[in-house]
């Protein structure tokens, strides 16, 4: 069964740090643009950071830029979501998805819907 779950959600206080990762089962994301996308409650899901299949192109929204750094580790199959100087309005349902790339566009990665497979989400909560 191809799965991806994410972890390392939790309550922070402002200004602090959380790492989130995102396991594959099933599946190697060696192959695969990972993006990451969050969802805050009565607000549309948007895209917060993504990487390429080959690792060498990132991109991120601009309300995180400089705060989170996406990397992966396909040795552990596995990617990363640092997120530092968190603010409450980052408190949102995180969740990490899967893109097949073809080798044609593995330094390509980008923030929209229609990703293959997604994760069941966690949590992360800012607040004092």
């Known amino acids: 069964q191809l799965q991806l779950v994410e972890s390392g959600g939790g309550l922070v206080q402002p200004g602090g740090s959380l790492r989130l990762s995102c396991a594959a089962s099933?599946?190697?994301?060696?192959?695969?643009?990972i993006g990451w996308f969050r969802q805050a409650p009565g607000k549309e899901r948007e895209g917060v950071s993504c990487?390429?299949?080959?690792?060498?192109?990132?991109n991120y929204a601009d309300s995180v830029k400089g705060r989170f750094t996406i990397s992966r580790d396909n040795a552990k199959n596995t990617v990363y979501l640092e997120m530092n100087s968190l603010k409450p309005e980052d408190t949102a349902v995180y969740y990490c998805?899967?893109?097949?790339?073809?080798?044609?566009?593995?330094?390509?990665?980008?923030?929209?819907?229609?990703?293959?497979?997604w994760g069941q989400g966690t949590q992360v909560t800012v607040s004092s």
């Open positions: 990487i390429s299949s080959s690792g060498r192109v990132t």
């Open positions: 998805a899967a893109l097949r790339a073809a080798p044609v566009v593995k330094h390509l990665c980008v923030m929209s819907p229609g990703y293959d497979y």
């Open positions: 099933g599946f190697t994301l060696e192959h695969y643009a």
